[in-house]
């Protein structure tokens, strides 16, 4: 004889005084209970990954600002040059960052700024640029 032979075939108690819980509700009752509120958070974002900028050697710096001089060269003479950009967007939270490919008309080029505008309105400093040639 088992332990519960005597009541295993019994109908269910149904109460007379309280309604019966909607299935949505008896399941949440069993959901995962959060102890570390943020942790979660936490842990995906020290998991997520950034790329550390490349250093550019004299050759790259070089052609970089030739290009941006013929850039420069073709405004003066009233013409939109497009431009096809590497760019560096250091992340807001953690060291390092991503790069972005853009292309976009070039509106000008402001020196003391140090910045290249695009048509678009988008404003890039020069310091986040990796490469940049003429489309």
Do not use: N, W
């Not at 009541?7 to 007379?16: A, C, D, G, M, Y």
């Not at 013929?70 to 967007?89: C, D, M, S, T, Y």
């Amino acid at each position: 004889m088992g332990k519960y032979d005597d009541i295993i075939h019994l109908p269910r108690h149904v109460s007379q005084k309280h309604a019966q819980m909607p299935l949505a509700s008896r399941a949440a009752q069993f959901s995962s209970f959060a102890a570390l509120t943020g942790f979660e958070a936490a842990v995906s974002e020290a998991a997520r990954l950034t790329e550390t900028r490349a250093e550019l050697d004299r050759d790259a710096l070089e052609a970089m600002d030739e290009t941006l001089r013929a850039i420069a060269g073709l405004l003066e003479e009233g013409a939109a040059p497009e431009a096809q950009i590497l760019l560096f967007v250091p992340d807001e939270r953690k060291d390092g960052g991503r790069y972005e490919t853009l292309r976009g008309t070039v509106e000008k080029i402001e020196p003391y700024e140090r910045l290249l505008v695009l048509s678009d309105g988008r404003k890039i400093p020069l310091k986040d640029i990796d490469a940049i040639e003429l489309v």
